[in-house]
C-alpha cells in the first residue's frame, strides 16, 4: 500500500524541482538583459555581420558616425575599408499575424 508520506515527498520533490526549473528560467533571462546593455557602446556599433567560416566574420561597423568594412577572426580584428557611400537600408517590418495556425496553414499549403 502506498503511505500518505510517499506520496507527499513525491509531490514535494516535484514542486522542487518546478521551482527551480522557474528560478534557472528568469535568472538567465534577467542575466541576458544585463549582458547585453553592459555591451552596448556609445560611439561603436555593428551594423551588420556575416559569417565566413568557423570564426571568421565580416562586419560593417559605424564608429564615430563614419562606416567601415572589418574581418573578424579568432586572433585579430582588421579594418578592410572606409564605406565612404554606405547608406541604410530601410528596416522591413515582419507580419504580425505569424501565429500558430498561419504558419500551419502555409505548411500545409505546400
Not at 66 to 86: G, P, W
Amino acid at each position: 500500500m502506498i503511505d500518505i508520506k510517499d506520496v507527499f515527498s513525491l509531490i514535494l520533490s516535484l514542486l522542487g524541482i518546478i521551482l527551480v526549473l522557474f528560478l534557472t528560467y528568469y535568472s538567465t533571462k534577467w542575466l541576458s538583459t544585463k549582458t547585453t546593455i553592459a555591451m552596448k557602446s556609445r560611439y561603436i556599433n555593428i551594423i551588420d555581420k556575416i559569417m565566413l567560416g568557423q570564426n571568421k566574420f565580416l562586419a560593417i561597423a559605424e564608429i564615430c558616425n563614419k562606416y567601415y568594412l572589418i574581418s573578424i577572426t579568432e586572433k585579430n580584428i582588421n579594418i578592410i575599408n572606409e564605406l565612404e557611400d554606405f547608406k541604410l537600408l530601410p528596416e522591413v517590418k515582419a507580419e504580425n499575424n505569424m501565429d500558430f495556425i498561419n504558419i500551419l496553414n502555409k505548411v500545409l499549403k505546400k
